[in-house]
């Protein structure tokens, strides 16, 4: 079937009254146009639809970093604007998430989620922060302490790859601000551990195969 288009011109007249040339565009090429899009466009759907129909595994996963910091009391101390806390009331102070990690039993409202994750070797892990204050993930080899010693645990040494906070490049490079994510590209196979370096009882084991 040949789609015909009708051009509709008008005199050229100088002055004020020069006119363009008017393009008239049946209801039918209207119609052809339109259908070619569609098919395009589905055309470039279609290799997302077979690999979720064919069960492929995804090549990106999502860990998700938490907290419950009170502003008011973490900004007093640690500056403006250091907590930016978005949850309704699930406050924790700053002295008492002190207390518990002196106790042995740190606050749960500082998390990783999921604790472990389950990937294929090439899958990109993309760290948000939905918390109110910076985080980081930090590979180690053991799980262990942080560098904010008051954090850790009774009698819990700062593990090498925290030692010396953000002053060392490999550590501030893992370093998550508020509502801003960190991408891990390039997992061997096995397990890989990671961990808060400021909050140490946030880790997750990542497994690859």
Do not use: Y
């Not at 501030?172 to 990671?194: D, M, N, P, Y």
């Amino acid at each position: 079937m040949k789609l015909k288009t009708r051009i509709k011109a008008q005199r050229w007249e100088p002055g004020w009254r020069n006119r363009m040339r008017v393009l008239a565009i049946s209801p039918l090429v209207r119609f052809g146009l339109l259908a070619g899009c569609l098919i395009s466009a589905g055309a470039t759907q279609a290799p997302a639809q077979e690999q979720a129909l064919q069960g492929q595994p995804s090549r990106l996963a999502q860990v998700v970093a938490l907290d419950e910091c009170d502003p008011s009391t973490f900004n007093a101390a640690l500056g403006p604007d250091f907590c930016r806390n978005v949850t309704l009331g699930a406050f924790t102070t700053l002295s008492d998430l002190f207390a518990k990690a002196a106790a042995g039993t740190p606050d749960r409202g500082w998390d990783f989620e999921p604790d472990i994750l389950g990937v294929n070797e090439g899958t990109e892990i993309s760290v948000v922060d939905q918390g109110g204050e910076p985080h980081t993930f930090t590979e180690v080899a053991h799980f262990g302490g942080g560098f904010v010693t008051g954090l850790n645990a009774p009698g819990e040494e700062t593990v090498p790859e925290c030692s010396g906070g953000f002053s060392k490049v490999k550590v501030a490079r893992t370093r998550i601000l508020q509502g801003s994510h960190l991408e891990v590209t390039h997992l061997s196979k096995g397990e890989h551990r990671f961990q808060c370096c400021i909050h140490p009882w946030m880790r997750v084991k990542v497994e690859v195969k």
